[in-house]
């Protein structure tokens, strides 16, 4: 996983599965995105941060750029706290 500075080995399928996904997004934007978030905090999350998680990984990278960006608004049922907390890693 390139870029990435967390091991996986202490993680659990689903967890290892989701932080291999952050990093091979497809865009070098969206894998530091999203794979720094994962390595901050794939093992803090809870079950239902995971689905969130699992969901916005499905979106393509092209829209969540342009949401990551603020070309396009964050539709509701994305706009969640986990969302936020993804944009606000951006930062850090």
Do not use: C, N
């Not at 989701?18 to 994962?38: N, P």
Request: proline letters at 5%; a negative charge; aromatic letters at 6%.
């Amino acid at each position: 996983m390139t870029g990435t500075t967390r091991s996986s080995h202490d993680l659990d399928p689903r967890r290892r599965r989701a932080l291999v996904r952050s990093w091979r997004r497809g865009t070098r934007e969206m894998d530091l995105v999203l794979g720094g978030f994962a390595d901050a905090e794939i093992d803090r999350l809870r079950d239902q941060e995971m689905d969130e998680l699992e969901t916005i990984l499905d979106v393509p990278d092209t829209q969540l750029f342009k949401w990551v960006t603020g070309e396009t608004p964050v539709p509701s049922e994305y706009d969640t706290p986990l969302w936020r907390r993804i944009l606000a890693s951006r930062s850090r």
